[in-house]
């Protein structure tokens, strides 16, 4: 591990150079495999969070109470140690700079990871396709990337980004707070005679919650893409 920063009180991006690294897509993971000194060892997947040109590959890992390999990352791992990583893999929840639709990003928490690499993607190709990024988050604190995001928006006019806060707001926010709902991604996102690229990632319950609504309000099946997360075992 090359270096490691924080994002929020539970959440730790790890920055790591990979020897012979064959690049990524924006989208993509990679699985993480600790293995402890008596041979027991153990795998979780994680979203690449870098650019797809990026010379080191970047994970942002969320802590999870009674995980076996997340709390290792967050709390114990230091810059040097090594750890085997299988990947890049993934084909289906992928972006990348050719198309030239507009594209919706919904995050639940941290299912904002792969949707940032996409950001970044975008980014460092100078890609002018427009960006809408709605991203749930239960208070302003549990945010990932708040400070990037907000810089990227400040220079970038392609990009926009709509915060929903499920429980509680900053003290300036003029909006409601509450899951999201049709009318707060209707205002958000884009309309779907746009037949915008739909990326969705966050807990099961959300995605399937955001993916019923963009259907509802019009938006055809097949450009709904989805990623969830959850509890293994």
Do not use: K
Not at 114 to 132: H, K, N, Q, Y
């Amino acid at each position: 591990m090359a270096a490691v920063r924080a994002e929020n009180a539970t959440v730790h991006t790890l920055v790591l150079d990979v020897p012979d690294w064959p690049g990524h897509v924006a989208g993509q993971h990679v699985d993480v495999r600790l293995t402890a000194e008596d041979g027991y060892s153990t795998q979780r997947s994680y979203s690449i969070a870098s650019a797809a040109d990026s010379s080191t590959v970047e994970l942002t890992v969320q802590s999870v109470v009674d995980g076996e390999v997340s709390p290792y990352l967050v709390e114990v791992a230091e810059v040097g140690d090594q750890f085997e990583l299988r990947g890049p893999v993934g084909g289906y929840f992928v972006w990348t700079p050719g198309p030239v639709e507009p594209v919706l990003l919904v995050a639940g928490g941290s299912g904002i990871v792969p949707l940032m690499a996409m950001i970044r993607t975008r980014a460092e190709a100078g890609s002018r396709v427009p960006f809408r990024l709605v991203y749930s988050v239960r208070d302003p604190e549990s945010a990932i990337y708040a400070a990037e995001l907000a810089g990227r928006v400040r220079d970038d006019r392609g990009l926009d980004v709509d915060y929903v806060y499920t429980r509680s707001a900053p003290p300036q926010w003029s909006g409601r707070t509450g899951r999201i709902d049709g009318a707060r991604l209707g205002a958000a996102g884009w309309p779907a005679e746009l037949t915008p690229a739909c990326f969705v990632c966050g807990p099961t319950g959300f995605v399937e919650t955001v993916a019923d609504l963009l259907v509802a309000a019009g938006h055809p099946p097949d450009r709904i893409r989805t990623e969830r997360f959850g509890p293994t075992g």
